[in-house]
Nanobody
Framework: QVQLVESGGGLVQAGGSLRLSCTASGRTFTSNNGMGWFRQAPGKEREFVAAIGWTGTYYADSVKGRFTISRDNAKNTVYLQMNSLKPEDTAVYYC???????????????????WGQGTQVTVSS
């Protein structure tokens, strides 16, 4: 059974930083498998944040220049480094993984087969 477990969320002041981790078990994800981060704020739909694929990375405009997605295949882990956090970044953050070979970073939620349970990020003003 494939599981994705996020960690690293918490409460931080505006302008601060957090690094989220997502570790997979039950299956090895390589650079061939796209992985992504999404978030859902209270009362809003889940939205794309960042993705990584064979050819590179892709970011939502709202986080570009502040967030960085990376992966460590040896640890079966994907990271999201979040800098210059804003109150509007407050949300539950989810990681996702694709079972199939992925050439480019994938922003569409429906293209991910595996999802974590989420980790809360709260940014105070």
């Amino acid at each position: 059974q494939v599981q994705l477990v996020e960690s690293g969320g918490g409460l931080v002041q505006a302008g601060g930083s957090l690094r989220l981790s997502c570790t997979a078990s039950g299956r090895t994800f390589t650079s061939n498998n796209g992985m992504g981060w999404f978030r859902q704020a209270p009362g809003k739909e889940r939205e794309f944040v960042a993705a990584i694929g064979w050819t590179g990375t892709y970011y939502a405009d709202s986080v570009k220049g502040r967030f960085t997605i990376s992966r460590d295949n040896a640890k079966n882990t994907v990271y999201l480094q979040m800098n210059s956090l804003k109150p509007e970044d407050t949300a539950v953050y989810y990681c996702a993984a694709r079972a199939q070979f992925t050439i480019g970073p994938e922003a569409r939620q429906t293209h991910y087969e595996y999802w974590g349970q989420g980790t809360q990020v709260t940014v105070s003003s």
